[in-house]
């Protein structure tokens, strides 16, 4: 190989390089930076490696640390289950409406993600229609509420993050080859079994990739938190923001910022040893 | 593949190396207020472009409004952007740039009179000429010309004032008159505080007997313990910004901790702001000019521009706060409006007897932490 040969792919890494070192190496630096500093306001932060602002902020905040785990949780089980029989009718069921269909699931997104939240606080306000349906249906108690609860803010989070679970399980769906069902049906299989044990195992690279693009987005959000939960369900999305805006503890605020990102790294981590990483990297499953 | 791995490796160091230069290039401190002098805003031809950035519901934005008739007077092209929904948020939103030297493009910023101290303090704001000014120091009510976060008006030029009390949707619950009622059982779940530190806790104090002039830390952490207790029980349904005019307009509560002003803003008709038995607290918001800020001569245009007893009574008329304007009340009368003799546009001392000045508790940091824990329960 000449030398230019062995340079090419450099050189066509070069831009993804550069753009990562920009945009994530460069900041993820100065945040590390910021959460070793020290200091006020008024007397300015200063560097002294104070690695105690790691453990201070995670004091006091572990209560919704696990509320975050447990709406992000609960809303990426929710959107498997919305989605999968969504995508699986859009990609075999829907004919000449599939487009359409795809389209009505990216449509929300021309609207901002802000207002759409907004929007769900005037759909389930006190004396909404919607609510008092639900009280006729004894799924809300006379008198009861849902905006301003954790059920209201697991349900936005469901509501925004949907598409992200649809689109995945969709694209994986669509190249799923329906002749490998067939075959299932022709050895006897019924048609539980064939989705068991076809269907199912050749999607998981989507429903993985479904689960990462749901859960990590809803661990950070703060915004459904904010507009359609009440007192008690602030997230840790709220915790930095709250010691960012308001506190303007910037190191304790970059602190647990850089530790949820190492909490969520390690998790996905194990999710995808423990979801195995062929069914995260289809190509190599092809291979062995 | 070792050949690989060196490959990596190398590359990682390479890039950790120009991060770590690119971070030497920043000075050792973050924060600490700004270096150098501070600038007087300039004054000149009232022309070009103007960024405000102010509240929800102070002004009239529609095409009859005080806005478009400044434009049209003047030529400037103004834009009002209302995204103060509370102090700090707006302030941590814009500090690392204030930091710098600028202002987001902003030339005018309207705050309580705590978050204006806290900027000038900080070195993020410019100073005032009197002699630019004219018609705001000719009109400004004597009342308002020396306070004690700026005895000679320095920095600051009063846009309203106001009282923080209570809203009370009169059909739901008619009863509740003080803030204490607001702990009561009955109403659980359905009412809201504001996030603002310097606003709900005086509140709280004053329901409990405690001058917040006087107060201490204890006092202040002991009225944030109450209300922890609430907010854990449920009682309170959230804390909010001025945003508190959603859940009243929707129905969603039956009574809020809120501003006396905000009927323009607030359309449930049974909704009525109430002085609480024990006493208001009572605050301005100030119009600032910050460093960095462009055009400022449009800016002390705007501010003498609103000063005039016939622009500021077309805003009392809107926004039904109160007035910083001398004459206003006479003009009022002779529009014949109701609010000429309100107590929320004009109140007499025999009203306000119980109210106190906003202020700070005497050691923030342990006790913001403590109020923003329950913000954040």
Not at chain 1, 56 to 66: F, M, N, R
Not at chain 1, 164 to 170: A, K, R, S, T, V
Not at chain 1, 214 to 239: C, H, K
Not at chain 2, 113 to 119: E, G, P, V
Request: proline fraction near 5%; charged fraction near 20%.
């Amino acid at each position: 190989m000449s030398l230019r040969q062995r340079l090419v792919p450099y050189g066509l890494l070069g831009p993804g390089l550069l753009w990562l070192v920009l945009f994530f190496v460069v900041p993820m630096y100065f945040m590390g930076e910021l959460a070793l500093r020290s200091g006020t306001l008024t007397t300015g932060y200063s560097f002294d490696w104070a690695w105690s602002n790691f453990p201070d902020s995670l004091s006091g905040h572990t209560e919704q640390i696990g509320r975050s785990f447990f709406y992000a949780g609960t809303a990426t089980v929710l959107c498997l289950l919305i989605s999968y029989p969504l995508a699986y009718a859009i990609a075999f069921r829907a004919g000449r409406y599939r487009t359409l269909l795809l389209f009505a699931v990216i449509a929300p997104f021309f609207t901002t993600y802000l207002i759409r939240t907004i929007a769900w606080k005037t759909i389930l306000s006190d004396s909404s229609p919607v609510v008092s349906v639900l009280q006729t249906l004894s799924l809300v108690p006379p008198g009861g509420r849902v905006l301003a609860t954790s059920g209201a803010v697991i349900a936005g989070l469901t509501y925004n993050f949907l598409p992200f679970m649809i689109l995945p399980l969709y694209a994986n769906l669509e190249r799923l080859d329906l002749r490998l069902i067939e075959a299932a049906k022709d050895l006897y299989s019924s048609s539980r079994q064939a989705f068991l044990r076809v269907t199912l195992p050749l999607t998981m690279p989507g429903i993985v990739a479904g689960i990462l693009l749901t859960f990590i987005p809803a661990f950070g959000d703060y915004i459904n938190a904010q507009l359609l939960g009440g007192t008690q369900q602030a997230m840790v999305g709220n915790v930095i923001q709250s010691l960012y805006l308001n506190q303007r503890d910037y190191p304790e605020a970059a602190a647990l910022s850089f530790l949820m990102m190492a909490l969520i790294l390690v998790i996905v981590l194990a999710y995808i040893r423990v979801a195995g990483t062929g069914a995260f990297m289809e190509s190599e499953e092809e291979t062995s | 593949m070792v050949g690989g791995r060196v490959k990596t490796l190398v590359l990682a160091v390479a890039t950790l190396a120009v991060a770590m230069g690119l971070a030497a290039c920043g000075d050792g401190t973050v924060g600490g207020g700004r270096e150098g002098e501070i600038t007087t805003a300039k004054a000149g031809n009232v022309t070009g472009k103007l960024t405000i950035s102010t509240w929800p519901g102070y002004i009239d934005p529609g095409k009859e409004g005080t806005v478009k008739e400044f434009e049209k007077e003047t030529g400037v092209k103004v834009d009002y952007i209302e995204d103060v929904n509370e102090n700090e948020g707006f302030f941590g939103k814009l500090q690392p740039q204030l930091e710098q030297g600028q202002s987001g493009g902003r030339s005018i910023f309207v705050v309580t009179d705590w978050m204006a101290k806290q900027m000038y303090d900080l070195g993020y704001l410019q100073e005032i000429n009197h002699d630019d000014l004219p018609t705001v120091f000719e009109n400004l009510l004597p009342s308002l010309q020396s306070p004690a976060f700026d005895p000679e008006r320095k920095f600051s030029v009063p846009w309203q004032s106001g009282m923080g009390g209570i809203w009370v949707d009169t059909a739901k619950a008619p009863r509740i008159k003080s803030v204490n009622d607001l702990f009561d059982p009955k109403y659980k779940g359905k009412v809201t505080m504001l996030a603002e530190l310097r606003e709900t806790v005086p509140l709280v104090m004053l329901a409990e007997g405690i001058d917040p002039v006087e107060a201490s830390n204890e006092d202040w952490l002991n009225a944030i313990e109450r209300i922890k207790a609430a907010s854990d029980s449920g009682q309170i349904r959230r804390f909010t910004g001025n945003d508190y005019n959603e859940d009243l307009n929707a129905g969603n509560i039956v009574a809020a901790i809120g501003w006396s002003g905000d009927a323009s803003i607030i359309e449930n008709e049974n909704a009525e702001w109430r002085m609480p038995t024990e006493g208001c607290s009572l605050w301005s918001d100030n119009m600032v000019i910050p460093v960095g800020a462009p055009n400022t001569a449009a800016a002390l245009g705007w501010m003498d521009f609103a000063y005039q007893p016939e622009v500021a009574v077309d805003i009392t008329e809107y926004v039904e706060y109160i007035s910083p304007v001398e004459g206003v009340k006479e003009l009022l009368e002779g529009r014949g409006s109701e609010l000429a003799e309100s107590q929320l546009t004009f109140p007499t001392e025999q009203f306000t007897r119980n109210c106190t000045d906003q202020d700070s508790p005497p050691d923030l940091e342990p006790v913001n932490e403590a109020w923003q824990e329950v913000i954040t329960g």
